[in-house]
C-alpha cells in the first residue's frame, strides 16, 4: 500500500488571515492618483497664469509714488471676472487634495501618484492661501 497525501480541490479558498500578495509589476496605479496627480499641475499652471493676468491688470492703475488709480469699469469687471477664477480653481486645488488623499489608502493599488498628488496639491494650496491671508493683512 502506497501512502499518499491528499491534496487540497484546486477552487479552494485560502484560509481567513491569509492574502494573496501581487508583485508589484501587476498592480496598476490608482486612477484617483492619477487624477490628483494631473490637477495638481493643472491648478499650478493656472495660479501661474492667473498672478501674471492680474499682475497685468493691475500695473497700468499704479503709479510710481504708490497711489492707485480707479480703474476702468470693463477693468474692475475683468478683474471680478479673475477673482471668479481664482475661487474656482481654489475648488478644484481642493478636490485634489482630497481624491489625492482617499487614492493614498488603498491597499490594491500603487499609491506613488495619489501621494504625489496630495503632497502637491496640499503644498500649492497652503501656499496661496498662506499669501492669500498675508496680504489681507498686511
Same mark, same amino acid.
Given at each position: 500500500?502506497?501512502?499518499?497525501?491528499?491534496?487540497?480541490?484546486?477552487?479552494?479558498?485560502?484560509?481567513?488571515?491569509?492574502?494573496?500578495?501581487?508583485?508589484?509589476?501587476?498592480?496598476?496605479?490608482?486612477?484617483?492618483g /492619477? @487624477?490628483?496627480?494631473?490637477?495638481? +499641475?493643472?491648478? =499650478? !499652471? *493656472?495660479? %501661474?497664469?492667473?498672478? $501674471?493676468?492680474?499682475t497685468?491688470?493691475?500695473?497700468?492703475?499704479?503709479?510710481?509714488?504708490?497711489?492707485?488709480?480707479?480703474?476702468?469699469?470693463?477693468?474692475?469687471?475683468?478683474?471680478?471676472?479673475?477673482?471668479?477664477?481664482?475661487? /474656482? @480653481?481654489?475648488?478644484?486645488?481642493? +478636490?485634489?487634495? =482630497? !481624491? *489625492?488623499? %482617499?487614492?493614498s489608502? $488603498?491597499?490594491?493599488?500603487?499609491?506613488?501618484?495619489?501621494?504625489?498628488?496630495?503632497?502637491?496639491?496640499?503644498?500649492?494650496?497652503?501656499?496661496?492661501?498662506?499669501?492669500?491671508?498675508?496680504?489681507?493683512?498686511?
Amino acid at each position: 500500500m502506497k501512502h499518499q497525501t491528499k491534496s487540497p480541490p484546486l477552487n479552494q479558498k485560502e484560509p481567513p488571515g491569509q492574502t494573496e500578495i501581487n508583485p508589484p509589476e501587476d498592480i496598476k496605479q490608482f486612477r484617483y492618483g /492619477i @487624477i490628483s496627480f494631473v490637477i495638481s +499641475i493643472v491648478t =499650478l !499652471i *493656472g495660479y %501661474i497664469l492667473m498672478a $501674471s493676468l492680474g499682475t497685468t491688470m493691475i500695473e497700468p492703475y499704479i503709479t510710481p509714488d504708490g497711489k492707485v488709480l480707479q480703474p476702468s469699469q470693463e477693468s474692475l469687471e475683468a478683474m471680478t471676472s479673475l477673482a471668479a477664477v481664482f475661487i /474656482i @480653481i481654489v475648488t478644484i486645488n481642493l +478636490i485634489g487634495l =482630497l !481624491i *489625492g488623499l %482617499i487614492g493614498s489608502f $488603498s491597499k490594491t493599488h500603487k499609491r506613488s501618484y495619489s501621494i504625489l498628488g496630495a503632497i502637491i496639491n496640499g503644498v500649492v494650496l497652503f501656499t496661496i492661501l498662506a499669501l492669500f491671508v498675508f496680504v489681507l493683512n498686511g
